[in-house]
């Protein structure tokens, strides 16, 4: 729960899903307790719901990810939608994004932010999300390897 009235402000970049979605994000924020701010205020958090249909649109969400920084150094800068879903690697690399949230993670936007502010700095969301990932498959292949083990040792074919 926001207890310092934190401002946050949106940009929308596409299609009508893009603008219904951030209307979503809007309201978890709000529910939240958070101000929501038009994108050209300095805010606290900028959330910027990307599209990629064009190159055109992944050039124009570039520059708008650049100018929410540029709007408040200090802010956390959210990159989410298309651009961000398909390109997370190079959204990842562009200079002032904090976070990278992933289409299926939209739900949880505030949440995802909150602990990225409290708890994780530098990392993206979106590079834990993949570490889990990778997490979970090793002991997936850990458990594997030591089952064949146990059945070898055991005689069981």
């Given at each position: 729960m926001n207890e310092n009235n934190k401002k946050v402000a949106f940009y929308t970049l596409g299609?009508?899903?893009?603008?219904?979605e951030t209307n979503g994000m809007?309201?978890?924020f709000v529910k939240s307790g958070y101000n929501k701010v038009e994108f050209e205020s300095e805010a606290d958090i900028y959330v910027v719901n990307t599209c990629t249909v064009t190159n055109m649109s992944d050039r124009k969400s570039r520059q708008i990810i650049r100018r929410a920084k540029k709007l408040n150094e200090n802010a956390v800068v959210v990159v989410t939608g298309c651009y961000a879903e398909v390109s997370k690697d190079e959204v990842e690399k562009i200079e002032g994004v904090d976070l990278v949230v992933l289409n299926d993670d939209k739900k949880n936007v505030v949440e995802i932010?909150?602990?990225y502010m409290k708890d994780v700095g530098a990392y993206t969301y979106a590079r834990l999300r993949s570490w889990a990932r990778i997490c979970a498959l090793t002991k997936y292949f850990s458990r594997f390897w030591c089952?064949?083990?146990d059945r070898e040792n055991k005689g069981v074919d």
């Amino acid at each position: 729960m926001n207890e310092n009235n934190k401002k946050v402000a949106f940009y929308t970049l596409g299609c009508k899903v893009n603008q219904y979605e951030t209307n979503g994000m809007i309201e978890q924020f709000v529910k939240s307790g958070y101000n929501k701010v038009e994108f050209e205020s300095e805010a606290d958090i900028y959330v910027v719901n990307t599209c990629t249909v064009t190159n055109m649109s992944d050039r124009k969400s570039r520059q708008i990810i650049r100018r929410a920084k540029k709007l408040n150094e200090n802010a956390v800068v959210v990159v989410t939608g298309c651009y961000a879903e398909v390109s997370k690697d190079e959204v990842e690399k562009i200079e002032g994004v904090d976070l990278v949230v992933l289409n299926d993670d939209k739900k949880n936007v505030v949440e995802i932010v909150e602990r990225y502010m409290k708890d994780v700095g530098a990392y993206t969301y979106a590079r834990l999300r993949s570490w889990a990932r990778i997490c979970a498959l090793t002991k997936y292949f850990s458990r594997f390897w030591c089952d064949c083990a146990d059945r070898e040792n055991k005689g069981v074919d």
